[in-house]
């Protein structure tokens, strides 16, 4: 479906309304579902004069795919990127939070990224264009709207990215789960870019060699590794926490 985009469930569904009502063609609904959620939805549609359609189950599960719907489906227009690598590179300020993210090719790893990336403020998501998954509507369910507001940015060569970002004053930190050292003891405030591999096979060589530091989270328990979600939740409010911390 050329240039347009598939969102399912009510986060996904509910945040372009807030964000951009009028790009939305229509949103598909489950007649079956008279809840006061659903109800509340409608109501604010027509408020936005956008346009609702009553769909049987098998029809929003076609349009939805993988991701779970919850008995809404929207079509609408793809949004465009507001923001590019360039702007990026261009803005690079003290409080500047950056979340780089390396071969995570899971729809909803991804989207659960993008919604702790949101929730710490994060600038930007800079993900490979070739090793990343993308904004399916699994993806953005999972992204709780987050897709809306955090801008998520591919480009060629994710090496190469880090190594303008380095120019630019921004400081790599990678996270690893055999560095010396533990995440609480690095200091994160200034301009931080945080840079996490996905579950299982980490960074690529090239990218963890391009990290000023790399830190570990600490594992007490018996697990050996943490979702990528996690893990990055993890990072970013540590480094939340130290910049809150120096700014009182």
């Not at 090719?105 to 090793?131: H, K, W």
């Not at 120019?167 to 533990?182: K, M, Q």
């Not at 299982?200 to 060589?205: K, V």
């Amino acid at each position: 479906m050329s240039g347009k985009r598939i969102l399912a469930g009510f986060h996904a569904v509910g945040a372009r309304l807030r964000h951009a009502p009028a790009s939305i063609e229509a949103i598909y609904v489950d007649a079956r579902r008279r809840d006061g959620r659903m109800a509340q939805l409608q109501q604010r549609a027509a408020e936005l004069k956008v346009k609702v359609i009553a769909a049987d189950p098998e029809r929003l599960r076609g349009m939805a795919g993988e991701a779970p719907h919850q008995g809404v489906v929207a079509v609408a227009e793809q949004l465009d990127q507001v923001l590019s690598f360039e702007d990026v590179l261009n803005d690079v300020r003290a409080d500047t939070l950056l979340l780089l993210l390396d071969g995570v090719t899971d729809p909803r790893n991804l989207g659960a990224c993008l919604r702790v990336a949101d929730a710490a403020g994060v600038q930007a998501v800079v993900v490979p264009r070739d090793r990343s998954a993308g904004l399916t509507p699994a993806a953005l369910k999972a992204a709780a709207g987050a897709a809306e507001a955090v801008p998520l940015i591919d480009v060629t060569n994710l090496a190469r990215a880090m190594d303008d970002l380095r120019d630019a004053g921004v400081r790599l930190i990678g996270a690893a789960g055999e560095a010396d050292d533990s995440l609480f003891d690095l200091d994160l405030t200034g301009p931080l870019a945080w840079v996490l591999g996905a579950e299982g096979a980490g960074l690529r060589r090239l990218t963890r060699e391009r990290c000023d530091a790399l830190a570990r989270i600490p594992i007490i328990g018996h697990v050996e590794s943490l979702n990528v979600s996690v893990a990055t939740g993890i990072c970013l409010y540590e480094a939340v926490r130290q910049r809150l911390a120096s700014a009182g």
